[in-house]
């Protein structure tokens, strides 16, 4: 029995890539392998674990779903030799967390065409024509825009109760802001334009200066870079990065009477910064989880491309701190509801000026008329995404789940090393 279950198993999986037949272990429950590039005291990981954790129980449990852990797995050939690991354990499906995993991930694809691989967070799956490889990514620029709103109504209470000094406005008058970020890529910029955007929804009269750090988890520099910002004057600190280091920083600020305050990423602040951090804009991993993970128990094919966030609870913000200005979650549920309804959109053109370059057109006002974005993962910038007056970021349908706003908007600086 044994054996004419192993030959009807085998195929299964000759006949068909991932539809109508869900490969299992031995006792019945399917497993998959998970590449993480941290672990659980790291905020965007903790995110992942926490999602597969939750999709795996609303799908049955452990009696249905058998999960292999891979943490703290570096960005080189030992996410290759993970992987092939994990198919040789008998994983069937592979997901690693991380944008630097994705070239090893698609390698060992090729190698493995009976086992489906998703790279969380890449952008190359469409283009690589392979299929057995996928691409998923949250619309986390949603929740970047919301977190801004936040962020505005605190700048907008402070400038109406005259609570802030020479010190906090640029030589323009405009309210200074700090951003804490990793790298320079799309989904950084991406991020922290919309959540400038989003700040501006609520107060114009502001500037911002981004800091790279480098790095996606380092506490030292990003606890540095929140420290030169306070000691610049800005009001609002936020981040695109894994540490509580900026938080921790701009709560040691506060309590010494310095008016600023946070605006964190992943999970919520309040913990470490209980005075300073007004909110966090975050991910529900599980949505996607339980939508492949669920796919895969089916025996059905998972989507190339795939990227959701209000409109299917994917991404949202964190429980609002005593710090936030009164009114702030009126003005929350009304940017919310805008977006799941598709009336409010975050690269609205008209909310913004840049300058013309290669690739990108204004009008005489300086509005984005064309731009033409890398969303194929070789950069060859062939596509215009400008759509109906807005810039349409993560169309998964259309172009790829992962971010291809990098796009430098007027009033926002950038300081990148090296």
Known sequence: MKKFFAILLALCLATTLFVGCAPSDNDGALKI????????????????????????????????????????????????????????????????????HQSHIQQVATEYPDVKFVAVTGDTAKNSGLANLSNAFNDTYESRYVSGVVAGMKIKELVDGNKLTDKNF????????????????????????????????VYDKVSMEVSYTNSWFSITDEKAAAEAFVAAGCVIVSQHADSTGAPSAVEDANKKGTTVFCVGYNIDMLAVAPNAALTSATNDWSVYYTYAIGQA?????????????????????????????????????AAEEGLKNGTLKVFDTSKFTAAAADGVTVDANGHVTSYLADID???????NVVKDGYIDESNADEFRSAPYFALRINGIKENIKG
């Open 170 to 201: 640029d030589a323009d008058g405009n309210v200074k802001i700090g951003y804490v970020g990793a790298f320079p890529y799309a989904e950084v910029v991406s991020g922290y334009t919309a959540f400038f955007l989003g700040v501006k929804s």
């Open 297 to 333: 128990l089916k025996g059905e094919s998972i989507a190339t491309n795939w990227a959701e966030g209000y409109s299917k609870g994917a991404v949202g913000i964190t429980k609002l701190g005593p710090a936030c200005a009164a009114g702030t979650a009126e003005a929350v549920a």
């Open 377 to 383: 993962g070789d950069f060859t910038g062939e596509t």
């Open 33 to 100: 392998g998970v590449i993480l590039i941290g672990d659980e005291n790291e905020g965007y990981t903790f995110a992942h674990i926490d999602g597969i954790q939750k999709a795996v129980a609303a799908l049955g449990g452990e009696e249905k779903v058998k999960v292999i852990w891979k943490y703290s797995v570096l960005e080189d050939e030992s996410c290759a030799e993970t992987a092939i690991d994990l198919v040789e354990s008998g994983c069937t499906y592979i997901f690693s967390n991380s944008y630097g």
